[in-house]
């Protein structure tokens, strides 16, 4: 199983057309990709959008691609009110999952409610937990998991209040190391890439790769660098070996989840 994880430069001006831009820079992933393959797409990757439209944007991305595209998020009308919420299609366009942000972040709180539903699902035969940038940091959400993910995918657009973006990708970089060891689960980031925008915070480019099993530390998590575009290979029968060690020394939290 194939993981594609982005981090380009996206804009938040009206009418802009980010999908776009992120379908032709995916494009020559194309013939290497498959049905149970997963691109990775950032939080609000769709700007001043309908849910149709964006529903659209992504099953046409997904067919493109022919592979499972989890597309980011985007903040959808619901009378009065706004969620900040995403789907994931299959290599159909089929949507096979819905997901919103539990817990929006700082002034997002005055633009969009708090969402009631947390992502799963099954592709192939890998369990995908999926958490909406700030989400990732409540550790009490993995316990509400149905069962254990073998991969736990992120679409972010971080944002930073320091000077430079190497602080907040430095608490990303080891928050993810320490879910993907203390859970026995691979870990996928797509972000923005950092980019300063007058009036606004900057985005932090925080998309990366965390992986429990590798034997050498600069491994265990690869960070994309901006306008960054990887692939990365999921071994599920390595994953399940690196548990059962855990597992044996007595690693493994017992929680609602099972491992």
Excluded at 15 to 32: E, K, S, Y
Excluded at 38 to 52: G, K, M, Q, S, Y
Excluded at 58 to 71: S, Y
Excluded at 216 to 231: A, H, I, Q
């Amino acid at each position: 199983m194939k993981l594609v994880l982005v981090q380009p430069r996206l804009s938040y001006a009206p009418g802009t057309q980010n999908l776009d831009l992120l379908a032709l820079q995916l494009a020559p992933l194309a013939p290497q990709l498959g049905p149970h393959d997963v691109v990775l797409l950032p939080e609000h990757v769709v700007i001043e959008a309908t849910a149709d439209a964006y529903r659209t944007g992504i099953a046409a991305l997904a067919r493109e691609l022919g592979c499972h595209v989890v597309g980011g998020s985007h903040h959808e009308p619901r009378g009065r009110e706004r969620v900040n919420s995403g789907v994931v299609c299959d290599a159909s366009g089929d949507i096979v999952a819905e997901y919103e942000k539990l817990r929006p972040y700082a002034g997002e709180r005055q633009r969009v409610r708090e969402g009631q539903l947390l992502g799963e699902l099954t592709i192939g035969r890998c369990r995908v937990l999926l958490l909406i940038c700030a989400d990732f940091w409540f550790s009490d959400v993995f316990v509400r998991a149905a069962t254990l993910p073998d991969l736990v995918l992120v679409p972010a657009h971080s944002v930073s209040r320091k000077p430079s973006p190497g602080y907040s990708r430095a608490l990303w970089q080891h928050l993810a190391v320490a879910r993907a060891y203390e859970f026995g689960v691979y870990v996928g980031i797509s972000d923005w890439a950092y980019a300063v925008t007058p009036g606004t915070l900057p985005p932090s480019g925080v998309a990366g790769f965390a992986d429990p099993t590798p034997s050498s530390e600069s491994e265990l998590f690869v960070p994309l660098g901006d306008g960054g575009v990887r692939s990365f290979d999921l071994d599920l029968d390595l994953l399940a070996a690196f548990r059962a060690d855990r597992r044996a020394r007595g690693f493994f939290w017992k929680s609602a989840v099972t491992p």
